[in-house]
């Protein structure tokens, strides 16, 4: 059984879809006017895992992820560069599919655009306009959070301090502090679309009300997003959408994963600490940010350190030493693959690892991946132990427990979105990527690689001792076995 936490309740639930066997999960996208960010795959990773997770325990999840294409940052991104605010989304939405691409991040069933679903937005804020939870004024249309009995409950705010340290922007009609656009009237410049109300563009909040409504039903299982949109996208969401079709509508279950932080600040724009991507792509393999980033809990803060170095370049200590357990765990994987294939007769399906029950009951509790990872990590020092020391155990019982590590560490990182590359080709990309930071010629190791081997054949042991040396001095490690030397970038 399945437990998650959830936000507006604010306790772990034993999770029981709607519908028997099927799963409607909503989670909030991008807004598309600039590059990803890490803050961004915080939570698009940790919402991949879930949804892996939740389909390997066999359920058929309908997964819904929007694009916000129309927005004031857009607007103003446009603006500032001269050019219209759809070539602006259309060029962020691109590049955000390539990012996430990069990161393992799976397509979502349904990726609805805000600009697709204009039509969907007026049906709601009409049925609000019928329950007198909304109002136009003067080409805008605003929410009346008074008139709605439950405002605060996912947040836990309470209206009445909401209302006093809310603010009036100059130009809008609002009635109280607390309303909020569902509808803004056209101004010169800027998209614009027909409406029962005049001209104009959809509110932020309205949009995921609309596209949640339409791809997933009044009811549906899992609201998803970031903990920074608790309050108040969020909440304005669950006002319209409960408002609109009734107080049991909208998501059964509310879950927000934590912020990433640097030096306990959160990571944004407006604190000059983002790290793109594409910036982190560009020094490290991809996969190291995702298991970074499931290596904490998906509801508690990352910390991702960005250090200034003498030399003015920037590095990542997290993130360097995430890659290190990277190649470890898949230095594991090359070398059962290497013993599986000296068998001469392969083990036929042998049972499960013991690493299989309690990875599943991590997962099951909450989506625990930081726990998942310990024993990931724990079931590797296992399977070196064995391949390390013949007489840890009968060959043939040695053989059956590294082919079952081995098969069930690969299934479980397709739900975790790791460890499904060859090996040997992972490490050599990661040897390569360490010589070319460390200005290392791969020529210059292979010939000294050569050198000491002659020098071995020639029983020159001094001078073979000597080279190793040499290179264990440049954090070159030279790995002997019956099939010849390899060397890897410590």
Known sequence: MIRLYDTRKKRKLEFTPLSAGKVGIYVCGVTVYDICHV????TLVSFDVIVRHLRASGFDVRFVRNITDVDDKIIRRGQMEGRDSTEVAREYADAMARDLAALGVATPDDEPRATENIEAMHGIISLLEKKNLAYAAAGDVYYSVPNFQGYGQLSGQNPDDLKAGARVEIGE????????????AAKPGEPMWPSPWGPGRPGWHIECSAMAHRFLGERFDIHGGGADLIFPHHENELAQSCGAFGEDSFAQHWMHSGMVNFGGEKMSKSLGNVVSIARVCSTHD???LRLLLISVHYRSPASFEIRKEDDGTTSFPDLDEQEARLEYF???LDRIDAFARTLKDQPADPPPSGFTE?????????FNTAAAIGHLYDTFVQANTLLDDPKSAPKPERAARLIAIARDVRAAGATLGILQRDPQAFLVQRRERLCLQRKIDPAEIEQQITD?????RD???ARADAI?????ERSIELMDSPTGTVWRVK
Do not use: I, N
């Open 39 to 42: 803050g961004h795959a915080r």
């Open 173 to 184: 009609q609002k009635r109280s502090p607390m309303d909020f656009a569902l509808w803004k």
């Open 286 to 288: 991809p996969e190291t």
């Open 330 to 332: 898949y230095r594991t």
């Open 358 to 366: 309690a990875y599943r009951a991590a997962m099951d509790d909450d």
């Open 452 to 456: 000491r081997l002659a020098a071995r």
């Open 459 to 461: 029983k020159d042991f």
């Open 468 to 472: 190793r040396d040499a290179l264990v």
